[in-house]
């Protein structure tokens, strides 16, 4: 089977194929349609070394729609608390005939660690990353890329040419944004990234895209999609360097800071929301432009996309 681990070893081909399908599985789950039970026979875990509770479901309806046998690994009950190796878990699982394993792990390095563990024995396991610490989230990217083709009626040939996109927030911490704004860029959006000086992105990152500020209002000039990040603070220490009020003023998303964007722009953010900090309750809850509800709906038929695709041999 296939690895889905990281948005940049995709090539276009396998974007494009990905994407297709999960429109059409969005069509189909729309219109209550009958879907391909391409995962039949098929057992599907979902191992999430860090909460989740998007992805998480997600991941485990997709499974179903296809026909996969799924299932959660409870790590908090399983033998990583007795100080089983990742490599371990990995290898036991495949040991025990997984064939899709859903991966969500915290540090940098770890999907691929995961993946040397599977070519070390041998093992047709296919690993999808759910999330890689602040280092990847493929699956985030692609509906978030699905949600937008969807929202702006588009084409998949025409991608998000014409689009500039900002977002704003704690991007040096953020999976999200390491996969989601090289994807748009490739897909002809302008993408431009916005945070307090102490949260901008890697170099790396910021030589992807097309502008990196410290000034929302120069990030959000004109844009037609604005995205929110909210600042994770499970990956700080015991202080947090910015105060959440202050932050609001300068870097939240508020209805008085989006006049500075297009007065159709829409709003996304990958959740988990804290609102009145990043963004405002009014903000994200304005059906004529959010689309945070969009980005949890496409989720399962990207996601079954993904799944889709791996399973192939």
């Known amino acids: 089977m296939r690895?889905?681990?990281?948005?940049?070893?995709?090539?276009?081909?396998?974007v494009k194929e990905i994407l297709t399908r999960a429109l059409e599985f969005d069509a189909k789950l729309r219109g209550e349609e009958a879907l391909p039970q391409l995962l039949d026979d098929l057992i599907q875990l979902n191992v999430f070394y860090e909460p989740s509770t998007r992805t998480t479901f997600s991941f485990h309806i997709a499974g179903r729609r296809l026909g996969a046998d799924v299932m959660t690994l409870p790590v908090e009950n399983s033998?990583?608390?007795?100080?089983?190796?990742?490599?371990?878990?990995?290898q036991t699982v495949a040991a025990q005939g997984v064939d899709l394993l859903v991966l969500r792990a915290p540090g940098a390095g770890t999907i691929d660690a995961a993946k040397s563990a599977l070519k070390a024995m041998g093992a047709g396991t296919a690993i999808l990353n759910a999330g890689e610490g602040a280092f990847g989230h493929p699956t985030q990217a692609l509906l978030d890329a699905a949600t937008l083709l969807k929202?702006?009626?588009r084409e998949l040939a025409g991608g998000l040419e014409g689009?500039?996109?900002?977002?704003?927030?704690?991007?040096?911490?953020?999976r999200v944004a390491a996969s989601?704004?090289?994807?748009?860029?490739?897909?002809?959006?302008?993408?431009?990234?916005?945070?307090?000086?102490?949260?901008?992105?890697?170099?790396?990152?910021s030589e992807q895209v097309d502008l990196t500020t410290t000034s929302r209002d120069e990030a959000l000039d004109g844009a037609d999609v604005v995205m929110a990040l909210r600042i994770q603070t499970?990956?700080?220490?015991?202080?947090?360097?910015?105060?959440?009020?202050?932050?609001?003023?300068?870097?939240g998303l508020s209805m008085e800071a989006l006049s500075f964007a297009k007065p159709t722009a829409f709003i996304m953010h990958p959740g988990p929301i804290n609102r009145g900090i990043e963004i405002d309750s009014d903000v994200a809850e304005d059906t004529s432009?959010?689309?945070?509800l969009s980005q949890v709906e496409m989720g399962v038929p990207t996601r079954m996309a993904c799944l889709a695709w791996a399973a192939e041999r």
């Open 3 to 14: 690895h889905l681990t990281d948005i940049g070893a995709m090539n276009d081909d396998t």
């Open 79 to 90: 033998s990583v608390v007795k100080g089983e190796s990742l490599r371990d878990t990995v």
């Open 151 to 153: 929202a702006h009626h």
């Open 163 to 174: 689009l500039t996109v900002a977002i704003v927030g704690d991007l040096y911490h953020s």
């Open 180 to 205: 989601t704004a090289p994807l748009f860029k490739r897909m002809g959006a302008e993408v431009r990234l916005c945070a307090p000086e102490d949260l901008l992105p890697s170099k790396k990152l």
């Open 234 to 251: 499970e990956r700080f220490g015991d202080e947090l360097p910015i105060d959440p009020a202050l932050y609001r003023a300068d870097y």
């Open 289 to 292: 432009r959010s689309l945070i």
